[in-house]
């Protein structure tokens, strides 16, 4: 009896063993299989995103041709405009430039008509004839004064007293500088109580060569 307990103890710890064996064998084999459905999912996924970025470049090629094909167009658009205003502008230009060239001849004729009545005037032609003869009288006595020596006397007088003019006038210049150096004043006292007042003027002289 004891034998067959320890036979029939044996023969169950068997079983139990085969069934975890089965059970560990079945639990592998379902995680392979998780794992295999797993790689298949992901390299979906993969394939689904490589898809969508393949779509979207298709996508933005497409909306990139038909804007060029849509700044083709506007570019023919305001090309065409360009155009247009520019001859529009052309036949402007011509169609002042010849209202200028009409005014210009209007212009010139009555000019010449003007100066024609002028020329053709008997009494201003005669008036002109005296004029030039009382003209060149002038000149011609204007000539014998400036030999007369009492003229030559007065030129002389005049030249030596604007000399003399020149000579003050530098004097008081400096005297002038140096008191408003010394006053920072434009105006000096008169010896009958009065201000004369004066400027100061800064004048360039030739360069010394």
Same mark, same amino acid.
């Given at each position: ?5 320890a036979?029939t103890a ?6 139990t ?6 059970t560990l064998s079945q639990?592998g084999s379902?995680?392979n299989?998780?794992q295999s459905?797993?790689k ?6 993969? /394939? ?9 470049l ?5 909306a990139? /041709?038909?804007?060029?094909i ?10 065409d ?5 520019l001859?529009?502008?052309q036949n402007?230009?011509e169609r002042?430039?010849?209202e200028l060239l009409r ?5 010139r004729?009555l ?15 005669e ?7 009382i ?5 011609q006595?204007? /000539? ?9 006397s007065?030129k002389?007088?005049i ?6 003019k020149?000579?003050?006038e530098?004097?008081?210049?400096n005297?002038?500088v140096?008191?408003?150096?010394? /006053?920072?004043s434009?105006?000096f006292?008169?010896?009958?109580g ?7 003027k ?7 060569k």
């Amino acid at each position: 009896m004891i034998k067959q307990g320890a036979k029939t103890a044996c023969l169950v710890t068997w079983i139990t063993l085969e069934c975890d064996c089965f059970t560990l064998s079945q639990k592998g084999s379902m995680a392979n299989k998780k794992q295999s459905i797993d790689k298949l999912e992901s390299a979906e996924k993969l /394939t689904s995103g490589e898809d969508l970025a393949l779509a979207a470049l298709s996508q933005q090629s497409a909306a990139s /041709t038909m804007a060029g094909i849509s700044d083709d167009e506007d570019e023919g658009v305001q090309s065409d405009k360009l155009a247009g205003t520019l001859t529009h502008l052309q036949n402007i230009i011509e169609r002042n430039a010849n209202e200028l060239l009409r005014i210009s001849s209007e212009l010139r004729e009555l000019r010449e008509g003007l100066k024609n009545v002028f020329e053709n005037d008997a009494e201003l032609t005669e008036a002109q004839d005296q004029a030039e003869v009382i003209i060149q009288a002038v000149k011609q006595r204007r /000539t014998q004064l400036q030999n007369n020596p009492q003229i030559t006397s007065l030129k002389v007088k005049i030249g030596d007293l604007n000399e003399q003019k020149k000579e003050v006038e530098e004097t008081i210049s400096n005297h002038l500088v140096n008191y408003f150096a010394l /006053t920072n004043s434009k105006s000096f006292d008169t010896s009958d109580g009065d201000q004369w007042e004066f400027d100061i003027k800064a004048k360039v002289k030739p360069r010394k060569k």
